[in-house]
C-alpha cells in the first residue's frame, strides 16, 4: 500500500500563500495520479486539483488561476502552491494517489492537513 503524508497547512490571512507537500511512501508502486482534495466543515469532500502523469492538471474553478499543482516523480512528492487565499479556501486538505498494482488500481488517502485563512 501507498502512503501519504502531507505538510504545510497552516494559519495565514486572507491573500497570503500556503505551499502544501505530499510525500507518497512507496516508489515501487506506479503512481499513475495525485490529487488534493479539500473538505470544510459541514461540506463534502472536494476535488481541488488533480494531475495525471507528471504534466496533465486540472483544477476546481474556485481555485484556477491562484492554485498551482506540481509533481516531482523523482521524490514521489507533489505540491501544491496556493496563492491569494481566501477565507472559503478554509479546509483539511486531503492528499490522494491512484496506483497500480500489477493491472489492478488503487487508491490511497492521506491523513489531511488544516488550512485556515482569516480575514
Known amino acids: 500500500q501507498v502512503q501519504l503524508a502531507e505538510s504545510g497547512g497552516d494559519l495565514v490571512q486572507a491573500g497570503g500563500s500556503l505551499r502544501l507537500s505530499c510525500v507518497a511512501s512507496?516508489?515501487?508502486?506506479?503512481?499513475?495520479?495525485m490529487a488534493w482534495y479539500r473538505q470544510a466543515a459541514g461540506r463534502q469532500r472536494e476535488l481541488v486539483a488533480r494531475?495525471?502523469?507528471?504534466?496533465?492538471?486540472n483544477y476546481a474553478d474556485s481555485v484556477k488561476g491562484r492554485f498551482t499543482l506540481a509533481r516531482d516523480s523523482a521524490k514521489n512528492t507533489v505540491y501544491l502552491q496556493m496563492n491569494s487565499l481566501k477565507p472559503e479556501d478554509t479546509a483539511v486538505y486531503y492528499c490522494?494517489?491512484?496506483?497500480?498494482?500489477?493491472?489492478?488500481?488503487?487508491?490511497?488517502w492521506g491523513q489531511g492537513t488544516q488550512v485556515t485563512v482569516s480575514s
Open positions: 512507496r516508489s515501487d508502486f506506479e503512481i499513475v495520479a
Open positions: 494531475i495525471i502523469g507528471d504534466s496533465s492538471v
Open positions: 490522494n494517489a491512484d496506483y497500480l498494482v500489477g493491472v489492478n488500481t488503487f487508491g490511497s
